[in-house]
């Protein structure tokens, strides 16, 4: 593991066992999956409690993810789960991200991720604590984001101008292909690939790819790129949709 990154993991932990009812503290996404890169990556994070979070661990949590000074901080995600509510897809847990505390569902996804192959932090693993996600749930899921959320984002243009959108966008629609049509979940660097089976821009592809992996990056203008990776996500998600109905 990369050294800040190692260093910022266990400085959380340090911090955050005092301050919460901790069971277990689990990673997830990129850093369990082996495709983490330091500085673009989110390191996303579960922690189960022993209960749920009163006010005053809701002020602690906060204090926690603000104190830590790391240059990798803004990117440290996680969710606060309840042993008593772990088995409920649709229950909001504390959590942080994009420094902020709020409440959100840790989605069928993740839960599926972290049966995968979560990275243990601390305590034991999800088998035993965290109930199974069914390929039904895991597929309703993803139908749901990409028709409620993604589609619905793809009606705008100005957030297509942004790195963030066009390089999120272009790798959640390969995934959810893939998890769609034959229910494995895949890594960021395996969804690239995807892309191109999907008949993705080159240049749109090449560009999300040199921002993440440090490979040359094409002469492609915002609104260029902007138009043709919105262009592109609204029809495959369309396609996923009409091709995976069950």
Same mark, same amino acid.
């Given at each position: 593991?990369?050294?800040?990154?190692?260093?910022?993991?266990?400085?959380?932990?340090?911090?955050?066992? *005092?301050?919460? @009812?901790?069971? $277990?503290?689990?990673?997830? #996404?990129? /850093?369990? $999956?082996?495709?983490?890169? *330091?500085?673009? %990556? &989110?390191?996303?994070?579960?922690?189960?409690?022993?209960?749920?979070?009163?006010?005053?661990?809701? !002020?602690?949590?906060?204090?926690?993810?603000?104190?830590?000074?790391? @240059?990798?901080?803004?990117?440290?995600?996680? %969710?606060?789960?309840?042993?008593?509510?772990?088995?409920?897809?649709?229950?909001?847990?504390?959590?942080?991200?994009?420094?902020?505390?709020?409440?959100? @569902?840790?989605?069928?996804?993740?839960?599926?991720?972290?049966?995968?192959?979560? /990275?243990?932090? =601390?305590?034991? *693993?999800?088998?035993?604590?965290? *109930?199974?996600?069914?390929?039904?749930?895991?597929?309703?899921? +993803?139908?749901?984001?990409?028709?409620?959320?993604?589609?619905?984002?793809?009606?705008?243009?100005?957030?297509?101008?942004?790195?963030?959108? +066009?390089? /999120? #966008?272009? +790798?959640?629609?390969?995934?959810?292909?893939?998890?769609?049509?034959?229910?494995?979940?895949? =890594?960021?660097?395996?969804?690239?690939?995807?892309?191109?089976?999907? #008949?993705?821009?080159? =240049?749109?592809?090449? &560009?999300?790819?040199?921002?993440?992996?440090?490979?040359?990056? @094409?002469?492609? =203008?915002?609104?260029?790129?902007?138009?043709?990776? !919105?262009?592109?996500?609204?029809?495959?998600?369309?396609?996923?949709?009409?091709?995976?109905?069950?």
């Amino acid at each position: 593991m990369h050294a800040a990154t190692d260093h910022l993991l266990r400085h959380f932990l340090e911090r955050v066992e *005092p301050a919460v @009812p901790l069971v $277990a503290l689990w990673a997830h #996404g990129s /850093l369990a $999956a082996g495709d983490y890169r *330091p500085g673009r %990556s &989110d390191l996303d994070l579960i922690a189960v409690l022993d209960a749920p979070v009163t006010m005053e661990q809701w !002020r602690r949590i906060k204090a926690v993810h603000r104190g830590i000074d790391s @240059p990798l901080a803004g990117r440290l995600h996680c %969710s606060y789960m309840a042993r008593q509510e772990l088995a409920d897809l649709g229950t909001e847990h504390v959590s942080w991200a994009h420094e902020q505390i709020f409440r959100r @569902p840790v989605t069928a996804i993740t839960r599926r991720e972290l049966h995968e192959g979560a /990275l243990l932090l =601390s305590g034991p *693993p999800p088998a035993g604590l965290l *109930p199974e996600v069914s390929d039904q749930e895991l597929h309703d899921f +993803v139908r749901t984001d990409l028709r409620d959320y993604w589609l619905e984002k793809t009606r705008g243009r100005r957030r297509w101008l942004r790195d963030v959108w +066009v390089d /999120l #966008g272009m +790798v959640t629609v390969a995934r959810a292909t893939v998890t769609l049509r034959d229910g494995r979940l895949i =890594s960021k660097l395996a969804a690239l690939d995807v892309l191109a089976e999907l #008949g993705a821009p080159e =240049s749109v592809v090449a &560009d999300v790819r040199a921002r993440r992996y440090d490979t040359p990056a @094409p002469v492609l =203008s915002r609104f260029r790129r902007g138009k043709l990776a !919105r262009a592109f996500i609204r029809s495959a998600i369309r396609k996923a949709l009409s091709e995976t109905s069950g």
